[in-house]
């Protein structure tokens, strides 16, 4: 039996609903800007065989080694990253088609996001997704794999947009 440091359990939490974290993400999940604290609570936890180093910045859970890392919600773990830095109360990842769900607390209180990956010919089925009655209330983040793609997408939930282009660029929805 291992006890573990309130780094540790965060960073196990987010694996457990990610699946694979790079070190980057649990350095900036842990607020370590030069990466060597975060470097020490990913040794420990491979050591309590509670993670696995898939590649040198690749984390994953131990029964997912044989797997390749989900590219789509690594991407999403940055854009959350991104809105929630180190106030992340809660999140989750079994809400088709939210990626990640996040609920943050910071100085604007707390926020409850839901970020959604939308490949390319997709955007009407997310379109109609974020539309429908029982859709819930979060602000929905829209990661986007090109600008012309939010030309498509008519959601009339708060939102805002996202695309990567050497960094992630987000800005609000019409």
Do not use: W
């Not at 609903?17 to 060597?36: F, N, P, S, V, Y």
């Not at 040198?56 to 929630?84: F, K, N, Q, W, Y």
């Amino acid at each position: 039996m291992f006890f573990m440091t309130k780094d540790q359990e965060r960073v196990l939490s987010v694996l457990e609903k990610t699946g694979c974290l790079r070190t980057d993400q649990a350095a900036k999940l842990l607020g370590d800007a030069k990466g060597e604290y975060t470097e020490r609570v990913l040794r420990q936890l491979r050591y309590m065989q509670m993670a696995y180093f898939k590649t040198e910045t690749v984390v994953m859970l131990p029964h997912l080694s044989g797997h390749s890392p989900d590219v789509d919600i690594r991407s999403a773990v940055d854009v959350m990253l991104g809105i929630a830095g180190g106030s992340l109360l809660a999140l989750s990842s079994d809400r088709p088609p939210h990626k990640l769900c996040v609920l943050t607390d910071d100085k604007n209180g707390v926020g409850s996001y839901a970020v959604i990956t939308v490949p390319e010919g997709s955007e009407q089925l997310i379109s109609f997704q974020s539309n429908t009655p029982d859709a819930d209330k979060r602000t929905l983040i829209l990661l986007l794999e090109s600008l012309d793609q939010q030309e498509k997408i008519n959601i009339r939930t708060p939102h805002f947009f996202t695309f990567f282009d050497g960094k992630y660029r987000y800005f609000e929805g019409k």
